[in-house]
């Protein structure tokens, strides 16, 4: 069994809570993709299943991720993440009148469902660059770098059409 395939069913076994990324909606395409390598082994370290949003990608022309690489992990296309699943800032308090009551709703019937927001500042912090990571499923015994390796080795793999190019 290959690495993605390892990769995927281990994402796929976590059953409590999972992340929602959206990828591409805020800066450029290798600090978009550091910051979703940073959010996986974030997921990874704490058992969460990570979900790709990546339809408006900044850096995509029509499917996002799938434009130029191969998929990795289940994609969600709620047109709901494009306006309020963003990096910095929880949308609740960036949104007003529907919007908010779009953005509470969403938080109340998704309780174990995580923004990009929601988790952006705990793997960019100091702490957990420090952290060591053990999750014997992939062979993965060591640190941000060695589980960072490990997964832009994994996802960083051109689809077809852009191999050709």
């Known amino acids: 069994?290959?690495?993605?395939?390892?990769?995927?069913?281990?994402?796929?076994?976590?059953?409590?809570?999972?992340?929602?990324?959206?990828?591409?909606?805020?800066?450029?395409?290798?600090?978009?993709?550091?910051?979703?390598?940073?959010?996986?082994?974030?997921?990874?370290?704490?058992?969460?299943?990570?979900?790709?949003?990546?339809?408006?990608?900044?850096?995509?022309?029509?499917?996002?991720?799938?434009?130029?690489?191969?998929?990795?992990?289940?994609e969600v296309t709620s047109k709901f993440h494009r306006k309020h699943n963003l990096r910095y800032v929880d949308p609740f308090f960036l949104s007003h009148g529907f919007d908010r009551i779009k953005v509470l709703l969403y938080r109340l019937s998704h309780k174990h469902t995580y923004l990009t927001s929601d988790l952006f500042y705990r793997f960019r912090t100091v702490d957990f660059q420090r952290m060591f990571f053990s999750i014997p499923e992939l062979g993965i015994d060591g640190n941000l770098r060695d589980i960072s390796r490990y997964i832009i080795e994994m996802i960083y793999q051109f689809n077809e059409n852009t191999e050709l190019e």
């Open 1 to 74: 069994m290959g690495n993605l395939s390892k990769y995927q069913k281990l994402n796929n076994s976590f059953e409590q809570d999972e992340l929602i990324f959206h990828v591409g909606s805020d800066a450029g395409f290798y600090s978009e993709f550091n910051n979703m390598v940073l959010a996986i082994a974030y997921c990874l370290k704490y058992r969460i299943k990570f979900l790709l949003y990546s339809e408006d990608a900044n850096f995509g022309y029509k499917e996002g991720w799938t434009d130029f690489f191969l998929p990795f992990c289940d």
